[in-house]
């Protein structure tokens, strides 16, 4: 990554793109002096200012009326931020971020631009009570499970957009209504949206585990795996609609691509945080997969993958997700009480 600054010719039209903009590395605004510094480097994105079409998508989506309180959990810049308290009015606006110096910034920032919404450093997983209830929270971070305090956070028929974080990263961003009882239900949004994973109370690496570190682990097992021949291709993983199902589907278990030198092509491989291992090549008998570990990570895919097609290859809003009072986590298909709807497993947060 190279850090671009106001002096350089492309600052202006690289802001002006339609891209998301990472703007931290690491958790630490030191990093990208650094940068400045020393040239391109690597580093993990902790913070960014998001896509322009994924926000205006997410605005949308929330169906806003002038009377709304709403509380965005991730100011990142403050720019979504703006645009909140631009249309509904700073006293309508609560935005909360974990990080103190991104908001020391983004209060700056707004300040500068002549907006005063209620801004604060606070773990977005506790909502913010101080200035609860809310008509809509809305999520810019992404997050393993819905937090409770949310939901009892928000007016009944009020809406919770965010992005459920998953390891096979199928950007699902899910819109809840929530009830009199304060469960919440609702389909995923037909859009891709993904964000970066939460930190705070739960680390970083416990959200979203390294798959780089896993692949390198999988690469040294001395178990070469079983080899089986396959019918499921790459192209069925990244396909428009398969991948949300099978994110929901198959817990803890990340797509990664990579060539080994060897190799005369791409592979496309799944990591689970066990150890276990798959990926897919063509050998001169056709397809196979060859699969190591506890799990059959392959297999799983290849079952899920049934599954769907006998579901009638259900589309990304067909998908949806009730949260009970208590946390249960339900998927269901076409409505929320069919026949086709599993839960997810609950996240012990002292792992
Ligand atoms: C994609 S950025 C947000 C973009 C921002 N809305 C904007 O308009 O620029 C995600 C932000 O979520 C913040 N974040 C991560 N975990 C959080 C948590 N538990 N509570 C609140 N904010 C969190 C990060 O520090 C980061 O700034």
């Avoid at 919404?117 to 009570?129: A, E, L, N, W, Y």
């Amino acid at each position: 990554m190279r850090a671009v600054g106001a002096p350089d010719d492309d600052w202006l039209d690289s802001a002006y793109q339609d891209l998301t903009l990472i703007t931290q590395l690491d958790g630490d605004d030191s990093r990208w002096a650094q940068l400045r510094a020393s040239g391109p480097g690597a580093g993990r994105p902790t913070s960014s200012s998001t896509q322009p079409l994924l926000m205006a998508w997410m605005l949308e989506a929330l169906n806003f009326q002038p009377s709304h309180r709403v509380l965005e959990i991730g100011t990142g810049t403050g720019y979504n931020a703006a645009l909140l308290t631009h249309c509904f009015g700073a006293a309508h606006v609560t935005t909360v971020d974990v990080d103190e110096s991104l908001v020391q910034r983004a209060r700056c920032a707004l300040d500068a631009a002549g907006y005063h919404p209620s801004v604060h450093t606070h773990d977005g997983t506790r909502g913010f009570p101080a200035n609860a209830p809310y008509d809509r929270i809305i999520a810019t971070c992404s997050f393993p499970r819905v937090p409770l305090a949310w939901l009892t956070q928000t007016t009944p028929g009020g809406l919770i957009l965010c992005h459920l974080y998953t390891d096979f990263d199928a950007g699902g961003l899910v819109l809840l209504t929530v009830a009199d009882d304060h469960s919440a239900s609702g389909p995923f949004l037909p859009e891709y949206g993904a964000f970066m994973p939460c930190r705070g109370s739960v680390a970083l690496d416990t959200v979203a585990p390294d798959t780089l570190a896993l692949l390198r682990q999988a690469l040294r097992d001395p178990d070469d795996g079983d080899t089986t021949p396959t019918r499921l291709t790459a192209n069925d993983l990244t396909g428009e609609y398969f991948p949300l199902f099978a994110a929901l589907r198959l817990t803890d278990t990340a797509l990664h691509w990579f060539q080994p030198e060897a190799a005369p092509a791409m592979q496309t491989w799944l990591l689970g945080r066990d150890g276990s291992w798959a990926y897919q090549t063509y050998t001169d008998d056709g397809l196979v997969s060859v699969q190591g570990g506890r799990r059959r990570l392959w297999t799983e895919m290849e079952y899920a993958h049934d599954e769907w097609i006998a579901a009638g290859s259900p589309q990304r809003h067909q998908i949806g997700l009730t949260v009970t009072p208590d946390g249960t986590h339900h998927i269901w298909i076409d409505a929320p009480h069919s026949s086709r709807s599993w839960s997810l497993a609950a996240i012990d947060e002292d792992d």
